[in-house]
């Protein structure tokens, strides 16, 4: 803890006046009057890459954050937990580099409110004020990464001129891209707890604000630690520059040029544009966290310390929302038989691709969970692996088309009942086709998703659709066949048109983190 110099009491950095007050007679101090040395316990160890200070650990996450105070913790920022965290002090190793809160608490509680003004369906404790203090800074480790060109590079760009309303030239131009200043700055979350999504979505960090660590800001914040080695994310990193590559050059050609990659990569250059990892640097860069726990799931309010860029996940009361869906539902549905008069035969065709539809939404969502709680595109988690992420991302560039054309073919089948009958056969097989198709996509990404019974719905809507595409095909004389089979595939849509709701929850939000990891902030930090 560092000491006031006056009367000995706990010292802590104020965001808003940027430097340290002490929280008993209120005297500033200029950061630089404190140090390593002047902290009763942050001790230089005589490896000077090192310190020793205090490690808080959460009992039910495994989070652990280091701090220059010295105070019973009850808070986890991570999972949410309420119980007292475990304390130990160790040797940690100091970063190189950090970039102190420029956004106080006060701001940050006004930028959340600011964002949940047009919000509808939230739960109401997200604007209950005891949940909002409830909001934590802690410095997250980052890699500050410097990408070079080993050489400038020569690419083929397309550009097209419009000459006149018929008429437009065609241009190849060679360009060459050459790193600015020699290296171009990339950061990289350093933590295997904290989602890389989260991470790139407050970015970028002003590099201006950059200077020396000094662990005199971290004085009323936390400090969570680096476990993630760094060339974990070289892959990534390269790949990276050689998009912004393209980008650059789009944007400096304008919106008539398109850089011919030759498929993936341009001639010449079979492995990318010749970037390579010039070095990095340890940092510490300044997030706040706000943190809301229901059941056996967490979901976050994260914002940049620095710029105050914000992500959040927002799950919806589902109260609130099926209330005013049943409104809306009876309303269209008194509107709809006043002014609509449809035969059993037209009603079931109409139907049955709106339950396909759902169906094809229900899978895209809960490949979106899968993706999520797998942590499939996550570099920093433990268990990311590259080649099964590529390997992913080229089977869904194959198949990402194909629904889109099935449904098409099943909306011209409806159209095609509606004014003539002699395609129900036919339109009863593509129906149970695609259905079928959709039925095992939705049982191969439920397999990574911890709620199964999700798996429950796509079952039930594959064979109320089935049961319909069984009338379509006999064709039975009467009416109150396909009346049954319309009710079945509404219910088919119905159920999984639920659980939208459920899945959108799940999105907006991830299961308790068990790395035995990290935890919250410090109420002093201001």
């Known amino acids: 803890m560092f000491a006031c110099k006056n009367c000995g009491g706990k010292v ?14 209120g005297t500033p101090f200029p950061i630089d009057a404190f140090d390593e040395s002047t902290a009763d316990n942050v001790t230089t160890a005589a490896d000077p890459t090192t310190y020793e200070t205090n490690v808080f650990i959460c009992r039910n996450c495994g989070a652990e954050v280091a701090s220059t105070d010295n105070q019973i913790v009850s808070f986890c920022s991570y999972c949410g937990s309420q119980s007292v965290l475990y304390e130990k002090t160790a040797r940690l190793k100091k970063p190189q580099v950090m970039i102190p809160f420029r956004m106080s608490r006060n701001q940050m509680h006004q930028l959340y409110r600011n964002r949940l003004q047009k919000v509808k369906y939230l739960p109401p404790e997200y604007t209950d004020p005891r949940y909002i203090d409830s909001m934590r800074g802690i410095y997250i480790p980052f890699y500050a990464n410097s990408v070079a060109m080993s050489s400038p590079a020569t690419i083929k760009v397309t550009q097209i001129t419009d000459i006149n309303s018929s008429q437009y030239r065609v241009d190849e131009i060679q360009a060459t891209i050459t790193a ?5 700055p990339y950061y990289t979350d350093a933590s295997s707890a904290l989602e890389d999504a989260i991470t790139e979505a407050i970015q970028p960090f002003p590099p201006q604000e950059i200077i020396p660590f000094n662990p005199a800001y971290l004085a009323g914040f936390y400090a969570d630690q680096a476990d993630v080695p760094p060339e974990k994310y070289i892959p990534s990193l390269l790949e990276k520059a050689n998009e912004d590559a393209v980008a650059s050059v789009n944007r400096i050609m304008g919106e008539q040029s398109k850089v011919d990659m030759m498929g993936k990569y341009p001639k010449g250059y079979p492995q990318g544009l010749p970037f390579y990892c010039k070095g990095y640097h340890n940092a510490l860069f300044p997030v706040w966290f706000l943190t809301r726990r229901h059941k056996d799931r967490v979901s976050y309010a994260v914002a940049n310390g620095a710029t105050g860029q914000m992500t959040m996940d927002l799950p919806v009361d589902t109260r609130k929302y099926w209330t005013v869906t049943a409104i809306i539902a009876a309303v269209l549905f008194a509107v709809l038989a006043l002014v609509c008069s449809l035969t059993a035969k037209t009603t079931l065709s109409l139907i049955t691709p709106f ?6 939404t229900f899978h895209k969502q809960l490949r979106k969970v899968m993706e999520k709680e797998t942590h499939l595109f996550d570099v920093g988690s433990p268990g990311y692996d ?3 992420a590529e390997k992913y991302k080229a089977q869904q560039k194959k198949v990402s088309t194909g629904p889109f054309f099935l449904f098409v073919g099943l909306s011209l089948g409806a ?9 129900c056969p036919v339109f009863g097989f593509v129906s149970a086709i695609f259905a079928l198709v959709q039925m095992c996509k939705i049982a191969s990404v439920s397999s990574g998703i911890q709620d199964k019974s999700l798996l429950l719905s796509g079952i039930f809507s594959f064979i109320m659709v089935l049961i319909a595409s069984v009338i379509l095909i006999l064709q039975p004389v009467y009416d109150y066949w396909y009346y049954l089979g319309a009710i079945c595939t509404l219910a088919g849509s119905l159920v999984p048109g639920t659980q939208l709701c459920r899945v959108y929850n799940l999105l907006a939000s991830r299961p308790l983190p068990n790395y035995f990891q990290r935890e919250g902030g410090l109420n002093h930090a201001r």
């Open 12 to 25: 802590v950095y104020n965001v808003e006046q940027r430097c340290l007050i002490c929280e008993f007679c």
């Open 180 to 184: 600015a200043s020699g290296q171009i």
């Open 355 to 360: 339950t396909c539809f759902v169906m094809l």
């Open 386 to 388: 590259a080649a099964k």
């Open 415 to 423: 159209f095609l009942l509606y004014v003539g009958e002699g395609y």
